[in-house]
């Protein structure tokens, strides 16, 4: 499980994230909130991009936050972002084997299997020497998301992995979603907007509203939340 | 080591060029503030347009005065044509393309000078230089009390345009961020041509000094930019001040080393040894590559 | 991890490259007269340095606007090489390379954690450094102390070739098959390792510094081996020239080499096949017409405008996509030409 405790990041005059705690089991969790909650900025604390102002990360028992960027994807945390971000030019094999080749040594071996379980996982049906230019958008992502389960993650950071997917590819990629923390044995938090995917997926889930936690735990019941409908329709809260 | 003596009219010489990369320093530095570009061919522009001088006052009968409007003249409109043209569809693309983009036009200008003129040695002196002053033994003409004045007040005129003006705020703002800018209804497209139409007459005016203080010499005016290029390193590409006051050291240390006869001859290092110490101080200092984004 | 895989259309491809430089290496070199075998080992040795280029601008987006100086600076050390030792030939080249790989690896280390204009102009820098240098320190040709150069009334030592490859019909065999052997070496890189780590830093800094690649470390070694062939090619030229001067590496240079470069096209190591060529064998043609050179520098300045307006690719890679639809336009051809005749037969 993923520990965090008062983490706060503050740029100039701006406090995207404030004062956070929260624990975030085994399994997948969502996070939700509307547009500039700190949800990327959360994610960008995690990869090591952003240096909070105070606060700590404990992930399964190691400390987070003393890692230098580079070294926590060797750690185990991957990460996918908003914007596609599998390598057009390399093929589908190469994209997942180039994670794969920066993580842990193994044999080359074991390296191949690791890269087509990891293809067959999300059940990408391409042919693995394809480009990814030359691929669907629903592919790409899943590309995306080979590249975040292949070898032995243990934490796996989705920013939106459905973005711009029509329903049925949402559905596909939730359903490929559900499977990793039981069979890639990796903790998944999923940022969404995507009300359907998240109950699908998630079993607990927490809310950020202006960097401030104001919700978490299962995911029915926040989502049915009256300060959390609030927060995404902007309404004052109730007294 | 020389004396004091041998030292002072490398004062004045470091001076007038000190002011000259100055003023085509702050032409960089603006430009690069308003529109991201950092024009690379500031020396070409400004060379053309000082052999194109010497041409109408060598081979066509004009008078001098004219002949250097000219290629003040020149250098605004050449930079302010690439500038409409090459401007809007690379306007999204990162810093070091579009910089690379002006080389392109670099080259260009590069071929025709050596086309039309090859690299015979000319020279073209402005009437200042016949005629100075002299100060505590050396004498000062007035081309080089131009080109330190000139430096000077293009740095305060500048400064003062960007923070009094409209046209100069709207600048800035552009700087800051583009999109946002033109949603407040400034009118960009303007904004950034008169950028590039200063930053332009700016390069026509230093090619025409230092043809004078330097040579009249393509290539060698093409690349003298680099020293200038030098000083907006040091201003880190930002403040105008910097970029002034680093021009002038640059200039006068290069100068001033030239009676110093065991290094004399690696005089000319001085602009690139500047600019990269000062990059390693902001390299140290900077620390991460990546710094914290909000969001 | 380190071997790349081939597969059958690699191997084809293989077969075709190789029998494209036994030509070049056996036939070429006898079909040209003197001139323009000198020109031809020129486009064999700037296309290494073009190569160098390519794979810094195309595989980690770094531009650097000092290869020529730099290649002024392997071309010295190469001469001192070669005069102070009585190694044999490869292994200077294979010294010449490995200092200038040092010397530009180390350039690029502080500079590196700079934005990608800082770094380009530090080396636009640097390269006016090591021009002013040069300038003074002159090129070794013989002379004594540790600068190796010594002014002379009559000529100059010439700096020595291979043994085997003495003439100029020789060498430039020679040097082809050094610069195939310097794109061997870059294509190991770009298909392996290396070569994908460079793709995603190319795609995004930021994501490939979540996969966990040593962002840092893999422009280092795109820098290396920029530096590396860079080093090879100054070897080579200096033996080429016999006698180097500072003439030989004009600033402007570095600029016309960045232009064909990128209209060579960076993403192929083709590209720098023809950027060799746009660099040193037209304008020799041009000279032989009696046009002026300098045209072709106004061109590859338009070259620049328009290859960064429209195609970044560059031509390399629009080549191969014509010369396939051509393929496929003749194929098709054929085709309906020979059917009738099948009908006819069947």
């Known amino acids: 499980m993923i520990e965090i405790n008062d983490l ?44 909070p102002a105070k606060g700590s990360v404990t992930a399964f028992d190691d400390n987070l936050l003393s890692m230098p960027h580079y070294r926590r994807a060797r750690w185990g945390v991957r990460r996918t972002f908003q914007t596609e971000q599998a390598i057009e030019d390399l093929t589908i094999y190469d994209n997942v084997l180039m994670v794969h080749e920066h993580s842990p040594k193994q044999n080359r071996g074991a390296r191949e299997d690791d890269v087509h379980r990891a293809i067959k996982f999300v059940g990408l049906s391409a042919n693995p020497q394809a480009k990814v230019g030359t691929l669907g958008a629903a592919d790409r992502r899943l590309v995306e998301i080979a590249r975040a389960v292949v070898g032995k993650p243990r934490v796996v950071l989705l920013d939106e ?17 559900q499977k990793i923390p039981e069979e890639v044995g990796a903790l998944v938090i999923l940022v969404d907007h995507d009300m359907s995917l998240v109950s699908a997926c998630c079993t607990k889930t927490a809310v950020l509203d202006f960097g401030k936690l104001i919700a978490s735990g299962d995911t029915p019941d926040v989502l049915r939340n009256e300060q959390v409908k609030q927060a995404y329709l902007g309404t004052e809260a109730a007294a | 080591m020389p004396s004091w003596e041998d030292f002072k009219p490398f004062i004045v010489t470091g001076l007038a060029l000190g002011g000259v990369y100055a003023l085509s320093g702050v032409g960089m530095v603006v430009l ?18 000082a052999l194109l001088s010497w041409q109408l006052i060598n081979h066509n009968g004009w008078a001098e005065g004219p002949a250097f409007l000219f290629c003040v003249l020149f250098g605004g409109a050449i ?40 690299d015979k040695a000319r020279s073209m002196i402005l009437p200042t230089s016949n005629h100075g002053f002299e100060v505590s033994r050396v004498f000062v003409n007035y081309t080089e009390v131009i080109a330190i004045a000139f430096g000077l ?21 552009l700087a800051n961020d583009r999109e946002i800018t033109a949603t407040l209804g400034v009118p960009v497209r303007r904004v950034e041509a008169a950028a590039w139409l200063g930053s332009g007459l700016l390069s026509g005016a230093a090619g025409l000094l230092l043809s004078n203080l330097v040579g009249l010499d393509a290539a060698t005016l093409t690349f ?24 002038i050291v640059i200039g006068l240390v290069n100068a001033l080393i030239t009676p110093i006869l065991s290094i004399s001859q690696y005089r000319d290092m001085t602009p690139f040894v500047l600019a990269t110490i000062a990059l390693l101080v902001l390299s140290g200092r900077r620390g991460s590559a990546l710094s914290g984004r909000a969001g | 991890m380190w071997i790349p895989r081939l597969d059958a259309g690699d191997r084809v491809r293989a077969g075709v490259i190789s029998l494209l430089l036994a030509f070049v290496v056996i036939v070429l070199p006898q079909l040209l007269s003197g001139y323009w075998v000198t020109v031809c080992t020129s486009v064999a040795i700037y296309a290494i340095v073009a190569l160098g280029l390519g794979i810094l601008m195309g595989r980690t987006g770094l531009v650097s606007l000092g290869q020529i100086a730099l290649l002024a600076l392997a071309a010295w050390v190469g001469a001192r090489l070669f005069f102070a030792t009585n190694l044999p030939f490869p292994i200077v080249l294979l010294g010449s390379g490995l200092i200038t790989m040092v010397l530009g690896t180390l350039v690029g280390l502080p500079a590196l954690r700079l934005s990608g204009l800082y770094l380009a102009l530090i080396t636009l820098m640097l390269a006016g450094a090591i021009t002013v240098v040069l300038r003074t320190t002159n090129f070794p040709n013989g002379g004594h102390g540790f600068l190796g150069h010594t002014e002379t009334d009559r000529g100059a030592a010439s700096i020595r070739r291979p043994a085997i490859a003495n003439g100029d019909t020789a060498y430039l065999r020679y040097a082809i098959l050094v610069a195939a052997l310097m794109f061997l070496l870059a294509l190991i890189h770009v298909r392996a390792k290396p070569g994908r780590a460079w ?15 040593n962002v840092t470390l893999y422009k280092m070694w795109a820098f290396a081996l920029a530096s590396f062939l860079t080093g090879v090619a100054g070897g080579l030229l200096a033996a080429d020239s016999g006698q180097l001067f500072i003439t030989t590496f004009p600033t402007s240079d570095s600029i016309t080499l960045l232009a064909v470069v990128l209209m060579g096209g960076i993403y192929s190591l083709w590209g720098a096949v023809v950027a060799g060529l746009l660099m040193q064998l037209l304008p020799a043609l041009l000279n032989n017409w009696g046009v002026a050179a300098d045209w072709l520098t106004i061109v590859f300045g338009a070259g620049v405008l328009q290859v960064l307006l429209t195609a970044p690719q560059g031509l390399a890679y629009q080549f191969p996509h014509d010369m396939a639809r051509l393929g496929r336009f003749i194929a098709g051809r054929v085709g309906r030409a020979r059917a009738p005749a099948r009908e006819r037969a069947g």
């Open chain 1, 8 to 51: 706060t990041v503050r740029f100039g005059g701006v406090t995207p994230l404030d004062q956070m705690t929260l624990t975030f089991p085994h399994g997948t969790n969502g996070l939700i909130g509307p547009n500039g909650a700190g949800k990327t900025t959360f994610f960008n604390v995690l990869s090591g991009f952003v240096r």
């Open chain 1, 161 to 177: 992995p459905a973005a711009g997917l029509p329903d049925e590819e949402t559905q596909r990629m939730g359903e490929v979603i």
């Open chain 2, 32 to 49: 690069y503030r308003a529109t991201g570009v950092l024009n690379l061919a500031f020396g070409a522009v400004g060379a053309m347009g």
């Open chain 2, 79 to 118: 930079t302010l044509l690439y500038g409409v043209i090459f401007g809007p569809p690379l306007a999204s693309r990162d810093p070091l393309v579009k910089a690379t983009a002006t080389l392109g036009l670099a080259l260009i200008l590069l071929g025709i000078m050596d086309l039309v003129w090859s």
């Open chain 2, 153 to 173: 007040a293009v740095m305060v005129v500048t400064a003062l345009f960007l923070r009094f003006t409209k046209t100069g705020t709207a600048m800035r703002a």
């Open chain 2, 224 to 247: 003298l930019v680099i020293s200038s290029l030098a000083a907006t390193l040091i201003g880190r590409l930002r403040s105008i001040t910097v970029t002034f006051f680093a021009a």
């Open chain 3, 199 to 213: 793709a995603a830093i190319r795609q995004s800094e930021s994501a490939a510094l979540a996969a966990g690649v």
